[in-house]
């Protein structure tokens, strides 16, 4: 198995233990196999260009999510994830609504 394969498998890998999204696997090339409505395209390239060309794409039902993992990135916790405000923002709405009682007790300064 090469390096590519190995950082898109830990990727995959620690999704899947961290999220609680069931079904997270690696598929071969770049893509970890994730349900609808989630989408994650793994690189593992120097090249921004090729980060930047993968949150272009636009799946039609997915939420598009790109993940750098490249050789100058050395701790895979330092990965980074790449996606458009568009899909971004419900996630946060989603987090904010899950936390909204912490988020409340902050702003009242208790």
């Given at each position: 198995?090469?390096?590519r394969e190995e950082k898109g498998r830990a990727v995959a890998r620690y999704i899947l233990g961290h999220s609680g999204i069931p079904s997270v696997?690696?598929?071969?090339g770049q893509n970890i196999e994730a349900p609808p409505p989630y989408r994650f395209?793994?690189?593992t390239s120097r090249s921004l260009d090729l980060?930047?060309?993968a949150?272009?794409?636009r799946i039609v039902g997915r939420?598009?999510?790109v993940i750098r993992y490249d050789g100058d990135i050395p701790e895979l916790e330092d990965a980074w994830v790449g996606m458009r405000l568009s899909e971004f923002?419900?996630?946060?709405?989603?987090h904010y609504e899950a936390n909204r009682d912490r988020v409340e007790t902050y702003r009242k300064g208790d």
């Amino acid at each position: 198995m090469g390096r590519r394969e190995e950082k898109g498998r830990a990727v995959a890998r620690y999704i899947l233990g961290h999220s609680g999204i069931p079904s997270v696997s690696w598929e071969k090339g770049q893509n970890i196999e994730a349900p609808p409505p989630y989408r994650f395209h793994v690189t593992t390239s120097r090249s921004l260009d090729l980060f930047k060309r993968a949150l272009e794409e636009r799946i039609v039902g997915r939420i598009n999510i790109v993940i750098r993992y490249d050789g100058d990135i050395p701790e895979l916790e330092d990965a980074w994830v790449g996606m458009r405000l568009s899909e971004f923002v419900p996630l946060l709405q989603a987090h904010y609504e899950a936390n909204r009682d912490r988020v409340e007790t902050y702003r009242k300064g208790d």
